[in-house]
């Protein structure tokens, strides 16, 4: 299984921004797909999360409302839409796979991911 995290960069305050991660190697059809990040100095964290399918869909509060998360399941890819980007909002992002079953309180644990990417680093301007 490969997760190649992209999409990132060094963007100003305000515009949006969009990661991929596409996901190969199997098939990933019931896994929970997440996004979590990594602010230097500090713990990863996660950010959002969704069932391949796509029904459903999970947001740590920090970011509902300017984040999207999405998968495109004929692309084998899930995105990550940042809208109103924020100086703290810099961080690494990684996606990560999960085949346990979507679990509202599970999924924003990074033990319950068995598979990870590499991350794509998100530098925000002020």
């Known amino acids: 299984v490969q997760l190649q995290a992209s999409g990132g960069g060094l963007a100003q305050a305000g515009v949006s921004l969009r990661l991929s991660c596409a996901a190969s190697?199997?098939?990933?059809?019931?896994?929970?797909m997440g996004w979590f990040r990594q602010a230097p100095g500090k713990e990863r964290e996660f950010v959002a999360a969704?069932?391949?399918?796509?029904?459903?869909?999970y947001y740590a509060d920090s970011v509902k409302g300017r984040f999207a998360i999405s998968s495109d399941n004929a692309k084998n890819t899930v995105y990550l839409q940042i809208n109103s980007l924020k100086p703290e909002d810099t961080a690494v992002y990684y996606c990560?796979?999960?085949?346990?079953?979507?679990?509202?309180?599970?999924?924003?644990?990074?033990?319950?991911?068995?598979?990870w990417g590499q991350g794509t680093q998100v530098t925000v301007s002020s």
């Open positions: 190697g199997r098939t990933f059809s019931g896994y929970v």
């Open positions: 969704v069932t391949w399918s796509g029904s459903r869909t």
């Open positions: 990560a796979a999960s085949l346990s079953p979507w679990q509202t309180a599970l999924i924003q644990t990074m033990a319950q991911y068995e598979y």
